[in-house]
Nanobody
Framework: EAQFVESGGASVQAGGSLTLSCAAS????????IGWFRQAPGKEREGVSC????????YYARTAKDRFTISKDNAKNTVYLQMNSLKPEDTAVYYC???????????????????WGQGTQVTVSS
């Protein structure tokens, strides 16, 4: 059974930084794309960034470019999301998810992702 342990969510002030971690188990990590999504109250879930565990290829949504960095540690089956220059509009529950790697690395459609974590809360105050 696929499982994720997400951590690193917290309350920070605008301009601050956080690093989220997603430790995966129960599936062959190297065969998947691991993505980060977020959902703010009253809004749809949106993709943030993802990385192919096999190739290291990354993808960033427009809102994440230049501020967020995704990385992975295959030895630990863990993906990280370093978030800098946080803004109040980054406030959301952040989820990690896994999609089988078939050559596509994207978070454009959450329906592509098969396994989901429980989420970790990020709150950015102004």
């Amino acid at each position: 059974e696929a499982q994720f342990v997400e951590s690193g969510g917290a309350s920070v002030q605008a301009g601050g930084s956080l690093t989220l971690s997603c430790a995966a188990s129960g599936f062959t990590f190297d065969d998947y794309v691991i993505g980060w999504f977020r959902q703010a109250p009253g809004k749809e879930r949106e993709g943030v960034s993802c990385v192919s565990a096999k190739t290291g290829r990354t993808y960033y949504a427009r809102t994440a470019k230049d501020r967020f960095t995704i990385s992975k540690d295959n030895a630990k089956n863990t993906v990280y999301l370093q978030m800098n220059s946080l803004k109040p509009e980054d406030t959301a529950v952040y989820y990690c998810a896994a999609m089988l790697y078939l050559g596509i690395v994207t978070t454009s459609d959450p329906d592509f992702y098969h396994y989901w974590g429980q989420g970790t809360q990020v709150t950015v105050s102004s």
